[in-house]
């Protein structure tokens, strides 16, 4: 008799280890969209004691531009033909379309030319209340746009270790020296032109932030300012300009 062959076994199928779903750190979350414009720095308002006389002043939320505008902005908008280049040239530390100097400051441009670039922009000159708040840090009350320690290599200006200056900086050169909301050059460079609720009753006007040809520190406190003749222009004084927010932060 023939005996039936075992039936043949199989080995059983290993199973596969469970497959888990590496987990995803959770995104961190997106910042508010700006109410400025690209270029430009939130500023929130408030009020505080002005200047050296410590008048009350009550400041509007506004966007400010982060630097000062360029010579290249500044020929842009010659270019597009809603600004003009009239004695643009009006000094030997003059950035108009001097090579190499693209990224510096405009020089060389009197009242009526700053406000023209600003409106260009869609924007304006920053009232003299408003420059000072900024470059305080608002309620922070700095006594320099970067705190309250003394000038050493911040910002552009005649008493750091380079010496005596013979002009002008790139106006994002010290960043050390930004503003509590990031803005830049805010003492030292150039001057900046403002406005003034004095206006309709001189010809001078305020020009804020000192400018590199300075040495003392004193010049560069946040609330001192300088003072020029709505016609002058020179190669230390130039530009900067203000708009209102789309939206105001925190609504």
């Known amino acids: 008799p023939t005996s039936n062959p075992a039936p043949a076994t199989t080995a059983a199928a290993t199973p596969e280890p469970a497959q888990t779903a590496e987990a995803k750190p959770p995104e961190a979350p997106k910042p508010p969209p700006s109410p400025c414009p690209e270029g430009m720095a939130f500023v929130k308002g408030g009020s505080y004691k002005m200047g050296f006389l410590k008048n009350e002043a009550k400041i509007a939320d506004f966007c400010f531009d982060k630097t000062e505008a360029t010579a290249k902005d500044y020929e842009a908008c010659v270019t597009s033909k809603k600004c003009n280049d009239a004695f643009a040239t009006c000094a030997p530390e003059a950035t108009y379309k001097k090579v190499g100097k693209e990224d510096h400051p405009m020089v060389c441009v009197d009242f009526q030319q700053a406000i023209d670039y600003c409106t260009a922009q869609g924007k304006r000159l ?70 003034s609720v004095q206006d309709a009753k001189t010809k001078d006007r305020v020009g804020r932030g000192a400018s590199w040809r300075d040495g003392i520190p004193n010049m560069f406190r946040a609330e001192r300012p300088g003072r020029f003749q709505v016609t002058y222009r020179c190669g230390f004084l130039g530009i900067r300009c203000a708009t209102a927010p789309t939206a105001t932060s925190g609504k």
Do not use: I
């Open 126 to 195: 920053p009232s003299d209340e408003e420059w000072e708040w900024a470059a305080r840090g608002g309620e922070e009350g700095r006594v320099y746009p970067w705190g309250n320690e003394a000038p050493k290599d911040q910002l552009c200006w005649s008493g750091g270790k380079e010496g005596l200056l013979k002009g002008t900086c790139p106006v994002a050169a010290h960043p050390a020296g930004a503003s509590k909301d990031g803005l830049l050059g805010m003492a030292g460079n150039v001057f900046e032109w403002t406005t």
